[in-house]
């Protein structure tokens, strides 16, 4: 049973514009709802994470945006570059096991 | 340099043999996980270890075994039972302490053929 629903599953933006991937979730028990980036053939890392008790948290150009009447978060990546094309997963967790991934956004950013 | 490092990278076996991806960590993180990737279905969870000579089942641990002798070791036997093994295999650990950050560091994964 998939927890965490995402998408698009790919995504081509060009150099510069705004890339935003969505995900929404069931379990109203997660609590902590964090995004990670994984480049090919690495490992993911985690690039970003909120708490429900926030509406929008942003570092740099990662923005998360979370609304948890509507049980849906989302990554928005302002004046998105090249180096920033990756797969993106999102994630659900009330405890590190627990941890409930999304399918993966395939973003690629054109010069 | 701390982190997560897994081998073998690429890993290729016939049908009916087991193999062993070795997973060491030099965080001094307590807890592991081994996660299954597949494409368009995100990571799975297949067994995860808090504490030296304890694990637990994730979602997807039918075909899989794990051992956790030191803290630092986490090795994955995928075994001829596993009956669609083909896969990308990512290793991670996490601090204790810090349990519901989220936060999961990842090794660079191994990833397995069936032939």
């Known amino acids: 049973q998939q927890q965490v629903k995402q998408s698009p599953q790919s995504l081509i933006v060009q150099k510069g514009g705004i890339s935003i991937i969505n995900c929404a979730y069931e379990n109203t028990a997660f609590d902590y709802f964090p995004w990670y980036q994984q480049f090919p053939g690495k490992g993911p890392a985690l690039l970003i994470a909120i708490r429900p008790d926030v509406s929008e948290k942003k570092e740099g150009r990662f923005t998360i945006s979370f609304n948890k009447s509507a049980k849906q978060f989302s990554l928005h990546i302002m004046d998105s570059q090249p180096g920033d094309s990756a797969t993106y997963f999102c994630a659900a967790s009330r405890n590190n096991n627990d941890m409930r991934f999304g399918a993966g956004t395939r973003l690629t950013v054109k010069p | 340099d701390g982190g997560i490092t897994q081998s073998p990278k690429y890993l290729f076996r016939k049908e009916g043999q087991n193999v062993t991806l070795s997973c060491e960590q030099n965080l001094n993180h307590d807890a592991m996980y081994w996660y299954r990737q597949d494409p368009g279905q995100g990571l799975r969870l297949i067994y995860y270890s808090q504490i030296v000579n304890d694990f637990q089942k994730g979602d997807i641990a039918e075909g899989y075994s794990v051992s956790r002798e030191k803290k630092e070791s986490f090795p994955l036997t995928v075994t001829s039972a596993q009956k669609n093994p083909t896969a990308f295999y990512l290793c991670?650990?996490?601090?204790?302490?810090?349990?519901?950050?989220?936060?999961?560091?990842f090794g660079e994964g191994s990833r397995l053929t069936v032939l």
């Open positions: 991670a650990s996490s601090n204790l302490a810090e349990m519901n950050t989220g936060e999961l560091f």
